[in-house]
């Protein structure tokens, strides 16, 4: 069922809103980025986020194809979310499940999630070697 969850970096200053089903899953990733970052996170439609706080905070990385937009708080260095403006299903995002307020650890643990193969561009298979991410 889909539930509007609060998502803030570390220090608190940015700060969203999205309109999530966590029975829909998520997914982690194992391009150069994510892997370093460790990223959780799952996909929500444009009309179902929102950048509450902390725009003038916020930092974006973008490096490859220059499709992705990596943002994070400049602050605490948090990434509480990333930005897609052109996909297969149109423009998207995608919040950092580690930075969801208020959901608890029995919660989360309940969470699915598939592994993507970013690092090979294969967006739609799992890496050969996943256990890590």
Not at 8 to 23: I, K, R
Request: hydrophobic fraction near 35%; proline fraction near 3%; glycine fraction near 10%.
């Amino acid at each position: 069922m889909q539930k509007t969850y609060r998502a803030s970096c570390h220090c608190g200053t940015v700060v969203v809103e999205a309109g999530l089903d966590l029975a829909e899953g998520s997914f982690r990733c194992n391009c150069s980025i994510c892997r370093r970052h460790r990223s959780w996170l799952a996909v929500v439609p444009p009309d179902r986020f929102r950048l509450r706080a902390g725009e003038g905070a916020l930092t974006e990385y973008v490096f490859g194809a220059h499709n992705i937009h990596h943002c994070f708080c400049r602050h605490c260095g948090v990434k509480v979310f990333g930005r897609v403006d052109a996909s297969p299903r149109g423009g998207l995002y995608a919040v950092n499940l580690g930075c969801l307020e208020d959901v608890g650890e029995e919660e989360l643990s309940a969470v699915a999630f598939a592994c993507i193969d970013g690092l090979n561009d294969r967006f739609d298979a799992q890496p050969e070697f996943y256990r890590h991410m």
